[in-house]
């Protein structure tokens, strides 16, 4: 009998042991400049539970962020590094992203690591989309293009993509705020349409931007019904 | 009588507490609690897409470049977080012309990628009749689409 205990103690035990992969920080911030097309950072994490724990995958919630671990198990209470990659592109303001690896521990399946992305704005164009409805009267309608980075901008051409629009610009405040109004012919057929902006940025990626209009059919209550 | 009993009891418990060591060493266990999540609001299913829609749907696809490239659905189009004004831009004859729902996907259950295209792709445009597939990519490829 004492042997069968021993057993029974040692199955317990070890059922009670358990691994905890932990950030020292509640989320990884990550702030690009303006210019940057991607950013990378470090971080600390500890296994802060009393059994290794053995990392089996990492799948990112977001294809613009990567991340990686410097190795594959972590014994208990031991550190470990890990090096997260975003991809900026055309993110802009703050955004909460989540990495989870899976473990083999039962009792934490799943680690999410918390990642912040604080994209700074350096175009700011609102509304992004005009619209009209099928039938409305065909009058104009504006958006304001502010340009909100260090240094300021002009707009320096506008095309539609469509020919049911005309547009006019100007700008309100130097380098910084410009006014769109666009004017369709008709509201007589679905119409979606962009119009490109061109500016004189010095950072290749805000050159060129996009604000879009639509002509559409005024939606039914609850139209859209869930299959 | 007693004896048998208590060599049962026994063994039972020698069983289950194996069963339940098992559970709690094996890397890859089953939650306990594991249950086929419900849709949510916004998403659909294979199954639905099959029988409601018999599969003729217009698909976009909300993963990076290089997992499209890789491989895709038959004539779905790119649409992702990176780029998204940009290949918006591209779509905007096909989305005008469409009259098909719209199935967005990323790689799999825990991506949330086809649920922010959809959210920008409505903020955009009037679009009607867009919703995330379940289970994504995985759920395309168990479905050998």
Not at chain 1, 89 to 105: L, Y
Not at chain 1, 162 to 168: A, D, G, H, K, P
Not at chain 2, 61 to 77: C, K, M, S, T
């Amino acid at each position: 009998m004492p042997a069968f205990r021993l057993i029974l103690l040692a199955l317990a035990s070890s059922a009670i042991a358990h691994a905890e992969l932990t950030l020292g920080v509640p989320a990884i911030e990550l702030k690009p400049k303006p210019e940057d097309e991607e950013v990378e950072t470090t971080f600390k994490f500890r296994n802060s539970g009393d059994k290794t724990v053995k990392i089996l995958g990492l799948e990112s919630a977001c294809s613009c962020l990567s991340a990686e671990l410097d190795k594959a198990e972590y014994r208990p209470g031991e550190e470990g590094t890990g090096t997260a990659i975003f991809k900026v592109s055309t993110f802009v303001g703050r955004h909460e992203k989540f990495v989870i690896a899976t473990t083999d521990d039962p009792k934490q399946p799943e680690w999410q690591i918390h990642f912040i992305l604080d994209v700074p704005a350096v175009v700011d164009i609102k509304p992004k989309t005009l619209q009209w409805f099928i039938g409305d009267e065909a009058g104009p309608k504006s958006c304001l293009v502010q340009f909100t980075g260090d240094e300021p901008m002009k707009i320096v051409q506008i095309t539609p993509t469509r020919e049911n629009v005309s547009f006019e610009w100007k700008e309100l405040k130097e380098g910084r705020e410009y006014l769109i109004t666009v004017t369709p012919k008709t509201t007589q057929d679905i119409t979606m349409g962009a119009l490109k902006i061109e500016t004189n940025s010095a950072i290749a990626k805000y050159r060129h931007q996009l604000a879009f209009f639509s002509i559409s059919r005024k939606p039914e209550p609850e139209a859209a019904a869930k299959p | 009588m007693r004896s048998s009993i208590r060599q049962a009891l026994a063994l039972l418990l020698l069983a289950s507490a194996a069963a339940w060591a098992t559970h709690a060493w094996h890397p890859r266990a089953p939650a306990l609690y594991l249950i086929q999540e419900p849709l949510r609001d916004d998403e659909v299913s294979m199954q639905a897409i099959q029988e409601r829609w018999m599969g003729d749907v217009l698909w976009i696809d909300a993963r990076i470049q290089e997992h499209f490239d890789a491989g895709h659905v038959p004539g779905a189009l790119l649409l992702n977080e990176q780029k998204f004004d940009e290949q918006l831009f591209g779509l905007l004859d096909t989305l005008q012309a469409n009259t098909k729902p719209i199935i967005i996907y990323c790689n799999g259950a825990k991506c949330e990628a086809s649920r922010h295209v959809l959210e920008r792709l409505k903020q955009t445009l009037p679009v009607e009749n867009a919703f995330v597939l379940k289970g994504g990519w995985q759920a395309l490829q168990a479905a050998g689409k």
